[in-house]
């Protein structure tokens, strides 16, 4: 038997009608929008574990957000190197060959050529 359970619903919104995933806990009627909540909810509930583990000082937490909100507090510079990591990542520019024309999407240069 698999963790989790997902359940289709309807939701309705006066002129329209949309499809939402509900994640049930396989153990009690805990329920959540997002799987990775219901993981967290299973190992911290039920198997007694810590969801999430701090690589830098071995804090234990039970929340994607409590464990991004510690990463901020305890070891900003974790958190500023991968933000300037990914700057970086995305400056990257693509250039013409046959002009002075540059930019960061492959797409862009196709249409430009």
Request: proline share 2%.
């Amino acid at each position: 038997t698999s963790a989790f359970r997902a359940v289709r619903s309807l939701e309705e919104i006066p002129g329209t009608q949309f499809k939402q995933r509900i994640f049930h806990c396989h153990v009690c009627e805990f329920e959540s929008k997002t799987k990775r909540t219901v993981a967290d909810h299973i190992k911290v509930k039920h198997l007694g574990e810590a969801a999430y583990s701090c690589q830098e000082c071995d804090m234990q937490l039970n929340s994607q957000k409590a464990f991004y909100k510690h990463k901020v507090r305890f070891h900003p510079a974790i958190i500023e190197k991968r933000r300037l990591s990914v700057k970086k990542e995305n400056a990257k520019t693509m250039s013409c060959t046959d002009c002075c024309y540059s930019t960061k999407y492959r797409s862009h240069l196709a249409i430009h050529r």
